[in-house]
Nanobody, 123 residues
Framework: QVQLVESGGGLVQAGGSLRLSCAASGGTFSNYAMAWFRQGPGQEREFVAVISRSGGSTIYADSGKGRFTISRDSAKNTVYLQMNSLKPEDTAVYYC????????????????WGQGTQVTVSS
């Protein structure tokens, strides 16, 4: 199985930007659809974005549309989440997830998860 390690979280002011990274090791990176989920304090884990194994298609939650961009770099076995115009309600632990081949917006479809990285947006 692929191991996933997120990085890039931190504290940012509202309106600012942050880029999260998820480095994958083991397995074949190109076989996996890659997604980002997030979980705020006391909240359910929610879908943020997903990118197909080729990078050719993406799906975004309404919460991030127009502000967030998911991308992947096959040469680096890394998926990114560029977050712009951040809001306090974006504060959450952000998790990278992977599943074999097919994209999904549902957390129960993913069997591979990173440890999470904290994003805190101050007002």
């Amino acid at each position: 199985q692929v191991q996933l390690v997120e990085s890039g979280g931190g504290l940012v002011q509202a309106g600012g930007s942050l880029r999260l990274s998820c480095a994958a090791s083991g397995g074949t990176f190109s076989n996996y659809a890659m997604a980002w989920f997030r979980q705020g304090p006391g909240q359910e884990r929610e879908f943020v974005a997903v990118i197909s194994r080729s990078g050719g298609s993406t799906i975004y939650a309404d919460s991030g549309k127009g502000r967030f961009t998911i991308s992947r770099d096959s040469a680096k076995n890394t998926v990114y989440l560029q977050m712009n115009s951040l809001k306090p309600e974006d504060t959450a632990v952000y998790y990278c997830a992977a599943r074999f081949i097919v994209t999904s917006r549902y957390s129960y479809d993913y069997n591979l998860w990173g440890q999470g990285t904290q994003v805190t947006v101050s007002s």
